[in-house]
């Protein structure tokens, strides 16, 4: 009979350390899939809602700073900084290398808030200030323009002649 009782007993411990693996690991899926939705979420979110129409978003700077010589890049990215314009990206973005690469060396004298905290001096609570849903994201005189701009756009947009 004891020895009966000490196999149940086994059994019994087997079982609930069995159970206890299970439940554990079931945490730890469940945590994973948390971080990874939440993640991919915010991504997404960013990406979905940055309203970019086809033709914009396969745009390169090559199109988007067509017609622009170094020295009136300098002189745009001036004139958007002196009107208060700012640009809103976070590093990561596709759309915002290509705004970024279209201004070249003169990117320096715009206005660029990073949005994405991992990235280098980022500016999360002006971005989030702002309520920006998308990248990239223009702001001037309370106006939003999103997606990936041309120069010729960002100078109609301020009142800039080349």
Request: glycine share 6%.
């Amino acid at each position: 009979m004891a020895n009966k009782q000490n196999k149940v007993d086994k059994v019994a411990r087997n079982t609930g350390l069995g159970v206890l693996v299970f439940v554990i690991l079931l945490i730890g899926l469940f945590t994973f899939l948390y971080v990874r939705s939440k993640n991919s979420n915010s991504s997404s979110t960013q990406t979905n809602n940055s309203n970019v129409s086809e033709s914009q978003s396969s745009s390169t700077s090559t199109t988007l700073d067509e017609g622009w010589n170094a020295d009136q890049k300098v002189s745009l990215a001036k004139a958007l900084t002196a009107k208060g314009a700012i640009f809103y990206g976070a590093y990561w973005c596709s759309h915002c290398k290509d705004q970024k690469t279209a201004f070249g060396d003169a990117l320096q004298y715009v206005t660029y808030y990073e949005c994405d905290p991992q990235g280098d001096n980022p500016k999360v609570k002006e971005c989030e200030a702002a309520n920006i849903q998308g990248y990239p994201t223009w702001i001037y005189n309370s106006n939003q323009k999103e997606g990936a701009q041309t120069l010729d756009e960002l100078a109609s947009w301020i009142g800039y002649k080349k």
